[in-house]
């Protein structure tokens, strides 16, 4: 079973960068779709990307497209890379593995395996 460990949160002002990294325990670049969520208090869990196979295939969320990217450099990690963050995308960041996916609304209930989470949070 794979383990995984998210990296590279923590605080910065609207406008500003962030780069987060999932690191698992063995390769997951062609056994798991590698997926991003985030979860604010008192909300549920959003889908932020996915990706599989080095970018074979990839999904973003609505809210995010254009200002994040998934990719993955090497065969255990996943990087999600946000730009012109704001305060909205506040939350807490988790990575999360699943074996299969179907394309379309990235639901937290289809990945199986989870980090522990990165806080991020962006301030005006």
């Known amino acids: 079973q794979v383990q995984l460990v998210e990296s590279g949160g923590g605080s910065v002002q609207a406008g500003g960068s962030l780069r987060l990294s999932c690191a698992a325990s063995?390769?997951?670049?062609?056994?798991?779709?590698m997926g991003w969520f985030r979860q604010a208090p008192g909300q549920e869990r959003e889908g932020v990307a996915v990706?599989?196979?080095?970018?074979?295939?990839v999904s973003y969320a609505d809210s995010v497209k254009g200002r994040f990217t998934i990719s993955q450099d090497n065969a255990k990690n996943t990087v999600l890379q946000m730009n012109s963050l704001k305060p909205e995308d506040t939350a807490m960041y988790y990575c999360?593995?699943?074996?299969?996916?179907?394309?379309?609304?990235?639901?937290?209930?289809?990945?199986?395996?989870w980090g522990q989470g990165t806080q991020v949070t962006v301030s005006s």
């Open positions: 063995r390769y997951t670049y062609s056994t798991y779709f």
């Open positions: 990706i599989y196979g080095g970018g074979a295939v």
């Open positions: 999360a593995a699943a074996l299969s996916w179907v394309p379309g609304r990235i639901r937290a209930a289809d990945f199986n395996i």
